[in-house]
């Protein structure tokens, strides 16, 4: 006789019990998996894009320094590297060159940069899979871009980016260096920004505002704030989402309110009966409250596997577009499986815990006839 | 065995539809006999047994069960007495649809903690002794009637219960089932089975087996002694 031996006959019962109504069960679980799909989904992407954006930029630049004209992003003069390699703590000063290409042909916006080191041979290019996608192009092709004068200039791809960095290259086209000049007509003696690296973290607002007296004419960048953006950007865009399928949680919440909350006559006749044969109401109230539990962690690790599947082996393909944005190269990459247990633990609070306390009430108050009343039906 | 002293039952205290089932009724059920109450419906018959069973508590008066009072146990307690000391069959049967006989059977023992499998062997055996074998796997919808209860019968036995209370157990079978059914009561008299049988059938309370009569109405007894 033991507490352990009662439990698993009352499970048993319960379990017993699911299958008795199996319809209204299924029905049931299958909803309610797919609402925690949804709001897993949503949350596993967003945190997934989130810490890769923030890995990316991990090794970018601390500063960028952009010069404005009018209020626009304008090029820079080289005479500014100078007077930045001056300001005391800098490091790695370094003029950038990059713009963006339209191809009308494809609808899709490319980000043209020089190549680092070590430097791609004139004529060549290195483009990103979106780019190949989009142009059907592959090692070897040949292809023609426009350039600023309104000529076509023909660049043979020697290497395409890895699908493992297509998070931060699809739209990505390399060049030489006097090749991007050429092509958009950069003059010589200037970029189109300057990076440059801090010796010391903590002094990245004290040298930023050394930039701005120094250079008025510029704004300085802060990764951290490419950071904060991009945090925003995706925590905005998971709220639109969560807004879209609000509709559908709220159905859920009013179905699985109906189901768990209206015990039918069987149901309530059947806890009589229980209570009868010498059932302690505690006991009725541990049974039901077993097919709740039951119910609910079903549908609560269904949906948080499909939802791990979805979003880290089927790259999300169900709301992509929302999360992603809505632009011609979506980036087609395997994000990185990661879990973060507070969120799943928070998910679990919000579904499983009130879908078994809904079930409870109305079960406490049923349990809590007396047993002489099967007597009298 | 179990005595009732001075026992009063009003349902819907203190509201318009106030009304008494019971009203000082003292009695004292003797063990291992068999004892039928008859009367007409409405006569407090049902009231009495489950009072007498530890279902319900009385609204005023003294529930003993052996030496120990219970009228003023709490719920807890008070269900532990009735599972071990009581087995009930119902006039109704109230057998839970969707499952088997056999599971019917285990259902009052589930919560003692014994061991799943030494409680379906009980279950098993006991479906046996009233030939429902076969059955013991079929779901409860697809027994007859008699079948029905006998499934009843070896609930209300598996905790092997002092007491067996029935409430107008022949009131859905015929004559053959009836005196079938109240074979079976005999043999568990003979096995030292206190039974308690509501019943305003004939066939029951002149059955040579009754061993007292307690004629009531309007929720008192109005006479009481040996069977004829």
Same mark, same amino acid.
């Given at each position: 006789?033991?507490?352990? &031996?009662? +439990?698993?006959?009352?499970?048993? !019962?319960?379990?017993?019990?699911?299958?008795?109504?199996?319809?209204?069960?299924?029905?049931?679980?299958?909803?309610?998996?797919?609402?925690?799909?949804?709001?897993?989904?949503?949350?596993? !992407?967003?945190?997934?894009?989130?810490?890769?954006?923030?890995?990316?930029?991990?090794?970018?630049?601390?500063?960028?320094?952009?010069?404005?004209?009018?209020?626009? +992003? $304008?090029?820079?003069?080289?005479?500014?590297?100078?007077?930045?390699?001056?300001?005391?703590?800098?490091?790695?000063?370094? #003029?950038?060159?990059?713009?963006?290409?339209?191809?009308?042909?494809?609808?899709?916006?490319?980000?043209?940069? @020089?190549?680092?080191?070590?430097?791609? &041979?004139?004529?060549?290019?290195?483009?990103?899979?979106?780019? @190949?996608?989009?142009?059907?192009? #592959?090692?070897?092709?040949?292809?023609?871009?426009?350039?600023?004068?309104? $000529?076509?200039?023909?660049?043979?791809?020697?290497?395409?980016?890895? +699908?493992?960095? &297509?998070?931060?290259?699809?739209?990505?086209?390399?060049?030489?260096?006097?090749?991007?000049?050429?092509?958009?007509?950069?003059?010589?003696?200037?970029?189109?920004?300057?990076?440059?690296?801090?010796?010391?973290?903590?002094?990245?607002?004290?040298?930023?505002? =050394?930039?701005?007296?120094?250079?008025?004419?510029?704004?300085?960048?802060?990764? $951290?704030?490419?950071?904060?953006?991009?945090?925003?950007?995706?925590?905005?865009?998971?709220?639109?989402?969560?807004?879209?399928?609000? #509709?559908?949680?709220?159905?859920?919440?009013?179905?699985?309110?109906? =189901?768990?909350?209206?015990?039918?006559?069987?149901?309530?006749?059947?806890?009589?009966?229980?209570?009868?044969?010498?059932? &302690?109401?505690?006991?009725?109230?541990?049974?039901?409250?077993?097919?709740?539990?039951?119910?609910?962690?079903?549908?609560?690790? #269904?949906?948080?596997?499909?939802?791990?599947? +979805?979003?880290?082996?089927?790259?999300?393909?169900?709301?992509?577009?929302?999360? =992603?944005?809505?632009?011609?190269?979506?980036?087609?990459?395997?994000?990185?499986?990661?879990?973060?247990?507070?969120?799943?633990?928070?998910?679990?609070?919000?579904?499983?815990?009130?879908?078994?306390?809904?079930?409870?009430?109305?079960?406490?108050?049923?349990?809590?006839?007396?047993?002489?009343?099967?007597?009298?039906? | 065995?179990?005595?009732?002293?001075?026992?009063?039952?009003?349902?819907?205290?203190?509201?318009?539809?106030?009304?008494?089932?019971?009203?000082?009724?003292?009695?004292?059920?003797?063990?291992?006999?068999?004892?039928?109450? /008859?009367?007409?419906?409405?006569?407090? /018959?049902?009231?009495?047994?489950?009072?007498?069973?530890?279902?319900?508590?009385?609204?005023?008066?003294?529930?003993?069960?052996?030496?120990?009072?219970?009228?003023?146990?709490?719920?807890?307690?008070?269900?532990?007495?009735?599972? *071990?000391?009581?087995?009930?069959?119902?006039?109704?049967?109230?057998?839970? *649809?969707?499952?088997?006989?056999?599971?019917?059977?285990?259902?009052?023992?589930?919560?003692?903690?014994?061991?799943?499998?030494?409680?379906?062997? *009980?279950?098993?055996?006991?479906?046996?002794?009233?030939?429902?074998?076969?059955?013991?796997?079929?779901?409860?919808?697809?027994?007859?009637?008699?079948?029905?209860?006998?499934?009843?019968?070896?609930?209300?036995?598996?905790?092997?219960?002092?007491?067996?209370?029935?409430?107008?157990?022949?009131?859905?079978?015929?004559?053959?089932?009836?005196?079938?059914?109240?074979?079976?009561?005999? *043999?568990?008299?003979?096995?030292?089975?206190?039974?308690?049988?509501?019943?305003?059938?004939?066939?029951?309370?002149?059955?040579?087996?009754?061993?007292?009569?307690?004629?009531?109405?309007?929720?008192?007894?109005?006479?009481?002694?040996?069977?004829?």
């Amino acid at each position: 006789m033991s507490l352990h &031996e009662r +439990h698993r006959n009352i499970i048993d !019962f319960a379990l017993s019990s699911l299958g008795r109504r199996w319809k209204k069960n299924l029905a049931l679980t299958v909803v309610y998996a797919f609402v925690v799909f949804t709001l897993a989904s949503v949350v596993f !992407f967003t945190e997934a894009v989130k810490s890769e954006a923030r890995a990316v930029l991990r090794g970018a630049p601390e500063i960028v320094v952009q010069r404005l004209m009018a209020g626009r +992003h $304008d090029l820079i003069p080289e005479s500014h590297i100078d007077v930045l390699r001056k300001i005391t703590g800098t490091r790695q000063v370094q #003029g950038r060159l990059w713009g963006y290409y339209f191809e009308p042909s494809t609808g899709a916006n490319y980000t043209v940069v @020089a190549s680092g080191e070590p430097p791609l &041979e004139p004529g060549t290019i290195a483009i990103g899979q979106g780019v @190949a996608r989009t142009l059907n192009a #592959g090692e070897g092709d040949l292809i023609p871009l426009k350039g600023s004068k309104g $000529d076509y200039a023909s660049f043979e791809v020697v290497r395409v980016f890895s +699908h493992e960095s &297509e998070l931060v290259s699809s739209d990505l086209i390399e060049m030489h260096a006097d090749d991007l000049r050429a092509f958009f007509g950069v003059p010589e003696d200037y970029f189109t920004d300057i990076t440059l690296k801090v010796r010391n973290e903590k002094e990245l607002v004290v040298v930023a505002d =050394k930039i701005r007296r120094l250079l008025p004419d510029t704004r300085p960048i802060l990764r $951290d704030e490419i950071l904060r953006t991009y945090d925003s950007l995706f925590d905005w865009r998971s709220g639109l989402l969560l807004v879209i399928f609000a #509709g559908a949680v709220a159905a859920f919440v009013i179905f699985a309110w109906d =189901k768990a909350t209206s015990l039918s006559m069987e149901e309530r006749r059947e806890m009589g009966v229980l209570k009868a044969v010498g059932w &302690e109401t505690s006991e009725v109230i541990a049974m039901k409250s077993w097919e709740g539990i039951i119910i609910s962690l079903a549908a609560f690790f #269904g949906g948080t596997v499909l939802a791990y599947v +979805h979003v880290f082996f089927s790259s999300a393909f169900i709301f992509e577009p929302v999360l =992603k944005g809505w632009a011609v190269l979506y980036p087609r990459f395997q994000l990185v499986p990661q879990i973060d247990p507070y969120q799943v633990l928070a998910l679990f609070f919000l579904t499983v815990v009130p879908y078994t306390v809904a079930t409870v009430i109305p079960t406490w108050s049923a349990a809590t006839v007396d047993p002489d009343s099967i007597m009298r039906l | 065995m179990v005595e009732l002293k001075n026992i009063t039952k009003v349902f819907n205290r203190n509201r318009p539809d106030e009304f008494t089932a019971l009203e000082d009724v003292s009695l004292l059920v003797e063990e291992r006999k068999v004892t039928v109450f /008859k009367g007409p419906s409405g006569s407090g /018959k049902t009231t009495l047994l489950s009072i007498v069973g530890a279902m319900a508590k009385p609204t005023s008066g003294r529930v003993l069960v052996g030496a120990r009072e219970i009228t003023s146990l709490p719920e807890r307690f008070l269900t532990e007495v009735r599972r *071990r000391t009581f087995g009930f069959i119902f006039q109704q049967f109230h057998l839970i *649809r969707g499952i088997s006989a056999l599971e019917n059977v285990m259902l009052p023992a589930y919560t003692t903690g014994e061991k799943h499998a030494a409680l379906r062997e *009980r279950a098993l055996r006991l479906l046996e002794l009233f030939g429902l074998s076969a059955k013991a796997r079929a779901r409860v919808e697809w027994l007859s009637g008699g079948e029905a209860q006998r499934v009843t019968i070896a609930r209300a036995l598996v905790n092997d219960p002092k007491v067996i209370i029935a409430d107008e157990p022949t009131a859905h079978l015929d004559t053959k089932l009836s005196k079938d059914f109240l074979g079976i009561m005999e *043999r568990l008299n003979a096995e030292a089975k206190t039974i308690l049988i509501a019943s305003h059938d004939p066939l029951v309370y002149e059955s040579t087996m009754v061993d007292h009569i307690i004629e009531m109405r309007d929720g008192r007894i109005r006479g009481s002694g040996p069977a004829e």
